[in-house]
């Protein structure tokens, strides 16, 4: 299934709310409203539908609602007095999940400016405006919001509500500038999960006057838009050996792989071919074939960081892709224990790969099945299934006990981070453990270290996966 595409169908519609003075403000590219109509060109929109001045707050917050219900896709908001980065945009824009979501920034410097907003596990828990408080801020919204194709009635409910509200006088003194603003608080509060997508180094904000306008658009030289898109393709939260010892080098082959019209899937294809044939040359027995299957199952993992790379940097993500790059990393890793086996000869040898397949299985099972379990209780609204806080933030990281506070506080020292990481042996340790061993030693030593380390990371998992279901 071709994944370097985004179907029609799954495009987005775009309302651009130009019902402020300040979209009439100018710039190189004529007035701010031609500005971003001209970024909208080059991003996956199916239309665009401009709200004009008409009628105060209520009638700007009516048309949003008549458009969304009418709507067939995920629909994004943008006030034409916004200045960002064409790659801001396509974070909500572009990202295939289509789902609801808003540009937030964590910079403290953008904090007055724009409404406060609380993040908690990557998704908005509370939304502020001028009639709105947020005691416990963490971040600013930057005014782009987007509501998925499910959440579209809930958008349309709340944007007549808010109107009903506005006419009557009832939200105080507010004006048609706040109505993204309100439409977020309104969203949030009836309980439609937000995804908060971040800004990072990208610069998007909202203007009122020309010398703002001027040094908002001077700010966007500041930032090399494909080096970020660039960077942020890496990914961020990786294990100690992907990060250090392939992502370092292999973020360099994204461009090329885009050059070749690579996708993803084929990426996974490739990697697992290189490991079906380390795995050949690890059945050789040979101390050359034991090296070159070291080398081959490296480059297999390095493809195997590209693959997911690549669909970040294209942001072309597909259920295809992720059940193939999961199944894949089973299948190579498995192949290449039978490899081991093969070569090292004798029936004893068998007992340990088949125990090493057994403890990867009982592994990904504690993982798959804990995560299942926050999914439900967190559809639910168990308490316990909410996404964690940042643990810097959570008094509970103080006073958690055993495994779990130690898992805590690790996480407030570097160097301590890495080590938890590199604890719970995840993939890239494994390929790297399998590699040494084998190249080094042979098929013995790396089913010894991978049962020691591997039976040492589930105690560890399962202890933590207790604890915190305990709390």
């Known amino acids: 299934m071709p ?15 130009a019902t402020t003075p300040a979209c009439r403000l100018s710039c190189a590219d004529g007035t701010l409203l031609d500005r971003i ?12 539908q401009v709200v004009t001045p008409g009628g105060g707050l209520g009638a700007d917050l009516r048309g949003v609602a008549k458009i969304a219900r009418t709507a067939t896709g995920a629909v994004a908001v943008l006030p034409a007095d916004l200045v960002a980065h064409t790659e801001a945009l396509a974070l909500l824009l572009e990202h295939p999940a289509r789902d609801t979501a808003a540009l937030i920034s964590y910079d403290p410097a953008a904090a007055p400016m724009r409404p406060p907003v ?24 930057r005014g782009v919001l987007q509501a998925g194709e499910a959440d579209l009635a809930s958008l349309a409910d709340i944007a007549e509500e808010l109107a009903e509200l506005a006419d009557t006088g009832k939200l105080g003194p507010v004006t048609a500038v706040e109505a993204i603003d309100l439409l977020l608080v309104g969203l949030v509060r009836s309980g439609v999960p937000v995804r908060a997508a971040g800004l990072g180094p990208l610069h ?9 306008a ?19 393709s890496v990914k961020e939260d990786d294990g100690f050996f992907a990060t250090f010892f392939v992502s370092s080098w292999s973020r360099h082959l994204v461009k090329p792989a885009v050059r070749l019209k690579l996708t993803p899937n084929t990426v996974t294809g490739v990697s697992a071919a290189l490991a079906l044939l380390a795995a050949v040359w690890f059945s050789a027995g040979t101390p050359a074939g034991r090296l070159a299957g070291a080398l081959l199952l490296y480059l297999s993992f390095a493809l195997d960081c590209l693959d997911g790379q690549l669909a970040r940097y294209t942001r072309t993500f597909s259920p295809l892709g992720a059940w193939a790059d999961g199944m894949s990393d089973r299948l190579k890793e498995y192949a290449v224990y039978v490899g081991l086996a093969f070569g090292f000869g004798g029936n004893d ?20 099945t804990y995560a299942g379990a926050v999914t439900d209780a967190n559809r639910i609204g168990a308490m316990w299934g909410r996404p964690a806080r940042s643990l810097l933030e959570s008094e509970d990281a103080r006073r958690a006990p055993g495994v779990l506070g130690l898992a805590q506080l690790m996480e407030r020292d570097t160097i301590a981070r890495w080590i938890k990481k590199i604890i719970v042996l995840p993939i890239g340790e494994r390929m790297a453990l399998i590699a040494v061993t084998a190249a080094g030693w042979n098929a013995r030593v ?3 270290a991978l049962l020691c380390w591997g039976g040492v990371a589930a ?4 202890a933590g996966r207790i604890a915190r279901s305990a709390r």
């Open 37 to 48: 109509g001209d970024q909208l060109t080059v991003l996956p929109v199916r239309d665009v």
């Open 118 to 141: 609380s993040v908690e596990g990557g998704r908005i828990a509370a939304a502020g405006s001028s009639f709105h408080l947020v005691p416990e801020a963490n971040a600013t919204f």
């Open 204 to 212: 998007a904000d909202r203007v009122t006057g020309q010398n703002a």
């Open 446 to 448: 790396t089913f010894l």
């Open 349 to 368: 040898i068998w007992y340990l790969a088949v125990a090493a397949m057994i403890l990867q299985v009982v592994r990904h099972a504690i993982d798959y």
């Open 3 to 17: 994944d370097s595409l985004i179907s029609e169908s799954t495009t987005t519609s775009v309302v651009l709310l």
């Open 459 to 462: 105690l560890y998992q399962l």
């Open 214 to 232: 001027d040094i908002a658009v001077t700010r966007l030289a500041d930032v090399d838009e494909a080096k970020v898109r660039l960077d942020t």
